[in-house]
């Protein structure tokens, strides 16, 4: 399959690189790597695609430089900030990019556990994990030609020494994204929580 993997050069994003590449072509784009693309630019987005072309799956490991502060200090544009990095971009991934999209191609988008784990400093990103969430649960059985579209959504990621209940390694939550692109699953948020996947939320 020829890959689309935009945050290759991320933490999580060099696990999913590493375990797709000797079987699939990845085609890395960012602000740095193969293609050179500000994902939260339509205009540049455009100009990835037309660079690529067709393709067999789209990675999105992205949107993690949300704001993180108190309810009370946060300003329109922290907001802002969350809205269009972590939701809208995301969603004009799939938008502009499903005419470049080959038959049974995939999308994987990036969300979080803090839509329904939320602290007193995720005000404004754990809403808009909740958006991504609700888009992908709502578009991916609509979309054409057999697209499928998923998200995936990690814990705090943190070394292999931490690792435990309520985190991940970069490894762990490389899967989740894996699992999507090689999978037959649409419309399904795939949880990497630590252990806490099956339970009780609120």
């Known amino acids: ?5 935009l945050g290759a050069s991320g933490i999580i994003g060099r696990e999913i690189d590493r375990g797709l590449s000797q079987k699939h072509e990845i085609v890395r784009a960012g602000r740095n790597g193969d293609v050179k693309v500000d994902y939260t630019d339509t205009t540049s987005v455009n100009a990835m695609f037309e660079q690529i072309g067709k393709f067999d799956a789209l990675v999105a ?7 993180f502060k108190p309810y009370d200090q946060l300003t329109d544009d922290d907001f802002n900030v969350g809205f269009q990095r972590k939701f809208l971009a995301q969603i004009n991934l799939v938008r502009i990019g499903t005419p470049y999209a080959n038959d049974s191609a995939s999308f994987t988008l990036s969300s979080g556990y803090l839509s329904d784990y939320p602290n007193p400093a995720s005000a404004a990103t754990g809403p808009f994990n909740a958006a991504v969430d609700s888009f992908v649960r709502t578009v991916g059985p609509m979309l054409p030609r057999g697209l499928r ?6 814990a705090p990621v943190v070394s292999l020494e931490e690792a435990g209940r309520g985190v991940v390694t970069a490894g762990q939550a490389a899967v989740g994204y894996m699992t999507s692109l090689e ?6 948020v795939i949880r990497m929580w630590g252990g806490l996947e099956n339970e009780p939320r609120g």
């Open 183 to 188: 999978g037959t699953m649409n419309g399904e």
């Open 149 to 154: 579209l998923n998200v995936v959504s990690p």
């Open 1 to 5: 399959m020829k890959i689309i993997l």
């Open 61 to 67: 490991v992205v949107g993690g430089d949300s704001t």
